[in-house]
Structures are given as structure tokens and as C-alpha cells.
């Protein structure tokens, strides 16, 4: 079985046994689908809380049994959410080695299919217009959280509380613990060019706090780094950076050298430079979303939702269209054949809403 995308369909006014349906994209048309209600039943409250869903803010993942029968329902905004993996979205759907990557409007493959996936390129263009639309819906939905201008300084106020408090918590000697350094040179020839030398260094931490906090981060060195570069037309290079290296020994450090680092790394740290850096790291961060990446994102915001409406006639699907509105006006009061009252409201949905690819 397969995932496929569509939207949870909510209408206030139908009887509970019929309110649930998913709009889907089948056969190059958009089309309504009724469902069990106890697929939803871990969403029951999630749903009662529902306002009409005709605004779309409901995306779903689907999977269909051998004969066609819905088995599965996962709303989006059940999917965990991972490290930003690219500039383009910022968000990957999924648990790893699952995700639902983002990283534009038209990717190509996706581990939520099978290898063998038979979908056609319109169910393929759909997946990727929704899910792309979701994901810069709550980009854009983070920014606008974190565009509240400087002169609030309540907000402020309670961050700075949180730092300190989280200052306060830091044990360097115990993050350092177990820091790991090792020094390795590079030598890069080239013929008919200079040669390049290079010293390396890579230091490790396992302590999370440290791997995500930039200041940590930073005096520690985290990562592999380049701490000496030399270019020359000379095979005598490493014989240059012999100060360097009586300074920064090659090889895996331990004992003496060992600790020389993790007390240098203690000398240089902090607690008031750390506040500064990150409350300044935040200033920029809120200036920068306000100014810069909020406007923007709500741009990309607008053609992925200009995309998504008129490329496959959500616009038609909505209280805009008034002949459609009335016919699931119909659906609303109807207990006994629901089904038949979908079938013609998917044929005319699939007269009005022809696909152009």
C-alpha cells in the first residue's frame, strides 16, 4: 500500500455518522471520499474543535486497501517535525529514513512511496502542491510567532530569564567530560600550481546542549575545522608550519594534551559574553524574520496557495462557487444514502473542474 495526500473535508452540520470525508485527487479529477469515523478516532476532539474546512487547512495522508477501501487516515500535523534540510522550506514531514522532504515544489522521488509506485504525474503534482503548500504554511505561521516587534519588552523580559536560567544550568567542566580532539595535516598538490598545506582539527562532544548551542559550539570548536592553510610552490611547506605544529601536536590528543585543551576551552568560556551572544543572536534572528524572512516567505506562501487553487480548481470547491455550496447543503441533510448524494456532487465537481496539465 501507498500514501496518498488529500484534505480532511469538515461540514459542522452533518450528522455525526456522515461527516467525515476526504477530498482526494483520482483519475485527474478532484473527487469526495466517505470514510469510517473511527479511522478519525484518535482526532475526535482534534475535529469536534474544527471550524468548515472550505479554507483547505486540513492535509491528510491516505492509504487505500487492496479493493479500494480507506484504511488509513494521518493528518499532516501529526508527522514529526525534523531539522530544516534545505533554504527552499525548511521542513521535512516524517520519521527518518520516512521524511517527506520539501525541499521544492517538484521533487522526484519520495520514501513515502513505494519504489514501484505507479502514481501518474497529475496524483504526483497534487502530492508534492500540497505538501509543499503545508510546509510553508507553518513556516510562515513560525515567522509571523517570532515577528513580534523589539518595543514588547515583556516578552523580552521573560527570555531573558530563560537564558539566565539556562546559563546557570551549564556545567562546562561536565560538558567537556568527554572531548574528543584529534590534529591531522592535508597536503593538496597541483601540478604547474602551488601546493596547498593544510592542518586540520576535529574535536567531538556528545553533549546535545553543547551540538546545538552556537556559543558552545563555537569555543569548543565542534567539527572538523581548517586551523592553518599555507600555499606555495615548494615541497618544503610542512617544514613552515613547524611553530604551528610545536603549538597544535598532530595525532589524537590524550593525557596532558588532552586536558591543555579542555582548560583552554574553560578559560575562554563565559556566562556573561554567552547571554550577550545569544540575546544578540535573537535580536537578529526576530529583526531579520520581521524585516526580511516573513515578507518573503508569505510571497512564496501566495504562489504555492495561487498554485494549488487554480491549477486544480480548489477555488471551485469552495463557498466561492455557489451552485457547489448547495449541493453539499444537500449532503448536510441527508441520513440514509449519503453515498449517492457524493457521487453527484463528484460528478459535478469532475464537469467543473477539468485538469490541464
Request: glycine fraction near 4%; charge should be negative; aromatic fraction near 14%.
Amino acid at each position: 500500500m501507498e500514501y496518498k495526500v488529500g484534505f480532511y473535508y469538515n461540514l459542522t452540520h452533518l450528522s455525526y455518522h456522515n461527516n467525515r470525508l476526504i477530498l482526494v485527487f483520482n483519475d485527474g479529477h478532484l473527487q469526495f471520499r466517505l470514510i469510517n469515523p473511527n479511522l478519525l478516532q484518535k482526532y475526535l476532539l482534534f475535529c469536534i474543535n474544527m471550524t468548515s474546512s472550505y479554507s483547505f487547512d486540513y492535509p491528510i495522508l491516505y492509504k487505500e486497501g487492496p479493493n479500494g477501501d480507506i484504511q488509513e487516515v494521518i493528518f499532516l500535523k501529526d508527522l514529526p517535525e525534523y531539522a530544516p534540510k534545505s533554504e527552499n522550506t525548511g521542513f521535512s514531514l516524517g520519521n527518518p529514513g520516512k521524511e517527506v522532504c520539501t525541499t521544492s515544489l517538484f521533487f522526484d522521488n519520495n520514501d513515502l512511496f513505494q519504489t514501484d509506485s505507479t502514481f501518474d504525474t497529475k496524483e504526483q503534482l497534487f502530492f508534492k502542491a500540497v505538501v509543499h503548500f503545508y510546509a510553508v504554511q507553518k513556516k510562515v505561521k513560525y515567522l509571523r510567532s517570532e515577528a513580534t516587534p523589539l518595543t514588547l519588552l515583556d516578552s523580552y523580559t521573560d527570555y531573558i530569564k530563560k537564558i539566565k536560567s539556562y546559563i546557570d544550568a551549564i556545567d562546562i567542566y561536565d560538558i567537556l567530560s568527554d572531548l574528543q580532539v584529534t590534529v591531522d595535516d592535508r597536503l593538496k598538490t597541483k601540478i604547474g600550481d602551488d601546493d596547498t598545506y593544510y592542518i586540520y582539527r576535529t574535536a567531538y562532544v556528545s553533549s546535545q546542549k553543547a551540538q546545538k548551542d552556537d556559543y558552545l559550539n563555537r569555543i569548543i570548536g565542534i567539527g572538523c575545522s581548517c586551523i592553518y592553510e599555507d600555499r606555495g610552490y615548494t615541497n618544503k611547506l610542512e617544514l613552515y608550519a613547524e611553530d604551528f605544529i610545536k603549538k597544535h601536536p598532530l595525532g589524537v590528543y590524550s593525557g596532558d594534551l588532552l586536558e591543555r585543551e579542555k582548560q583552554q576551552i574553560i578559560d575562554k568560556y563565559s556566562k556573561e559574553e554567552h547571554m550577550g551572544y545569544l540575546m544578540a543572536k535573537r535580536f537578529i534572528e526576530k529583526e531579520k524574520n520581521r524585516g526580511y524572512e516573513l515578507p518573503r516567505w508569505e510571497c512564496i506562501l501566495n504562489d504555492a496557495y495561487d498554485y494549488l487553487y487554480n491549477k486544480f480548481h480548489l477555488i471551485n470547491i469552495s463557498n466561492k462557487d455557489r451552485k457547489f455550496e448547495k449541493r453539499m447543503y444537500v449532503l448536510t441533510n441527508i441520513s440514509s444514502d449519503a453515498q449517492k448524494e457524493v457521487d453527484a456532487i463528484n460528478d459535478y465537481i469532475r464537469d467543473i473542474t477539468t485538469y490541464t496539465p
